[in-house]
């Protein structure tokens, strides 16, 4: 595919939304000025991309130009030959950071997400997986430069997880994190076995873009909202104070609890964001029965062979079922470099929506006589 035109086009309208931030009927509209803003901001790392990706093309010319006329023995042909190496590996993702710009974006891409974790299968192993799984996720966040914050926490008696629901913002947080919703199930020697067995548990993830206040309205006359003490450690007060707040929303049934702080507004406001984003899932999961963000069918039941991706611990295997993938570094991938994982899943759905694309934009096939 030639990218050019197209690296072209965002050129252009870069420049259309620059003029138009700068025009001051816009500066007067709010919601006009945050969607340019929006735009002129992915429209500017396109752009950034798709020059690197111009000069990736041109430097790798020229190397294999000079690396023709050079004795093949010689050290500046190794240099060379190192160079293209490098520019060969790097062309590709320019290409594909500008080819994700040839599609329409996702407008929850941008959006901070709401995680849930849930012990599946496995017992007090499954909880203590879900406590690895937290920690490797907030590794990453730390990592890319998110933020993290506990929305709500039921700690096993292990130091596991039953569940765990926490928030994290930054840039591009549901765009890099939306497939790891569903089943991940670990294979490992738990701490709680004496002779030395292999088990197998499993942890659900959900992922959840945070919701805004107009993309769900939440009516009070449909919520019911009751407030208890704060159960198990949590210093003074945590169990002396009615701080823990439990959301009943009546039209869908959904219930949401939060007690991870001690004041009972803040516990009430945490539990709103928590609402809001499961039906804001719920609505896409409507709309379109395609988006990944369908909570119930990503997530099932918590079942072993409802799984998405296999951590293997004897084998210092990480396997993600979708794409095939697999990786012999489990150690890291735990420790939070998820990278490795993540890219191949952009990869592939940014594939096979460019092969959709196109199989729609191609001339009908005349019947033949």
Known sequence: MDLRPYIERFRRRLAEVETALGDPGVAAQPA???????????????VSCGEAYLRALEELERNRALLAAEPPQSELADLVREEIARLESEIPRLARAVQRGLLPPDPVDQRNIIMEIRAGAGGQEAALFAADLYRMYTRYAEARGWRTETMDASPSDLGGFREVIFLISGQDVYQRLKFESGVHRVQRVPVTEAQ????????TVAVLPEAEEVDVEIKPEDLEITVCRASGPGGQGVNTTDSAVQILHKPTGLIVRCADERSQQKNKAKALRVLRARLLDAKR???NARLAAQRRAQVGTGERNERIRTYNFPQNRVTDHRIDLTIYNLGAVMDGDLDPVIEPLLAHDLAERLEALTRSESPPVADQP
Do not use: F, N
């Open 285 to 287: 999961a409507e709309e």
């Open 32 to 46: 006009r000025l945050q969607e340019l803003g929006r735009e002129y901001a992915r429209l500017k790392d396109l």
């Open 196 to 203: 030395g067995r292999i088990h197998t548990s499993t942890c």
